[in-house]
């Protein structure tokens, strides 16, 4: 898991270490020393540590004026044991509305499971969005299927061609505007 890299073709872009908005400002990290750990598995020290015990997080791009930021995830998202939707709620997403984010982007291939419970925090952040959504890419099948168990796709965008995109050849507003219009689409159907 150590190999396992944040997207780093957009840090030319935008760091969230250098966004005095971004929970992440002034971080330092090490290229080569891993302390954080998924079960065990040690992985690449440029995930963001957000307080979830498995799942870590990378902020590639936010874009205040436009409203809407990307995230990329890793591990194991456990609202059961650990409650990870708190963590991402409060410790991120909360702090990326007060700056005016209301579209989320969160990308989800190295999301390796996905333990739901309670959907107070989904609703919470949901209803705080006002026009704004929450969209899963790329995330795999048996994390959707238990997404939909737990009934949070009503909070959560997930499914049909967000299942497929191919991000890593869009720059950041391409991407954005991809997503936007997949979901007005929905929203409008």
């Given at each position: 898991?150590h190999?396992?890299?944040?997207?780093?073709?957009?840090?030319?872009?935008?760091?969230a270490?250098?966004?005095i908005h971004?929970p992440f400002?002034?971080?330092?990290y090490?290229?080569?020393?891993?302390i954080?750990?998924v079960y065990?598995?040690f992985i690449?020290p440029?995930w963001?540590?957000?307080?979830s015990?498995?799942?870590y997080?990378?902020?590639?791009?936010?874009d205040?004026?436009?409203g809407?930021c990307v995230?990329?995830?890793?591990?194991?998202?456990?609202d059961t044991?650990?409650n990870?939707i708190?963590y991402l709620y409060r410790?991120?997403?909360?702090?990326?509305?007060?700056a005016g984010?209301r579209k989320?982007i969160?990308?989800g291939?190295?999301?390796l499971?996905?333990?739901?419970?309670?959907d107070s925090y989904?609703q919470?952040w949901?209803?705080?969005?006002?026009?704004?959504?929450?969209a899963?890419?790329?995330?795999?099948d048996?994390v959707?299927?238990?997404i939909h168990?737990?009934?949070?796709?009503y909070?959560l965008?997930?499914?049909?061609?967000?299942d497929?995109?191919?991000?890593?050849?869009?720059?950041?507003?391409?991407?954005f505007?991809?997503?936007?219009?997949?979901?007005m689409?929905?929203?409008?159907?």
């Amino acid at each position: 898991m150590h190999d396992i890299e944040p997207f780093y073709a957009w840090r030319n872009l935008y760091d969230a270490a250098d966004d005095i908005h971004s929970p992440f400002y002034g971080r330092t990290y090490s290229e080569t020393q891993c302390i954080n750990s998924v079960y065990n598995y040690f992985i690449h020290p440029l995930w963001d540590e957000m307080g979830s015990a498995t799942l870590y997080i990378k902020i590639l791009y936010a874009d205040y004026r436009a409203g809407f930021c990307v995230i990329e995830c890793l591990g194991e998202w456990n609202d059961t044991l650990y409650n990870d939707i708190m963590y991402l709620y409060r410790n991120v997403a909360e702090i990326l509305m007060d700056a005016g984010i209301r579209k989320f982007i969160l990308i989800g291939e190295n999301v390796l499971n996905f333990h739901a419970d309670d959907d107070s925090y989904y609703q919470e952040w949901f209803d705080g969005i006002e026009d704004g959504w929450i969209a899963c890419i790329n995330f795999r099948d048996h994390v959707l299927d238990e997404i939909h168990r737990g009934r949070l796709d009503y909070y959560l965008a997930i499914g049909g061609k967000l299942d497929h995109i191919n991000w890593r050849t869009l720059n950041p507003k391409q991407l954005f505007t991809l997503i936007d219009s997949l979901i007005m689409k929905r929203l409008t159907a």
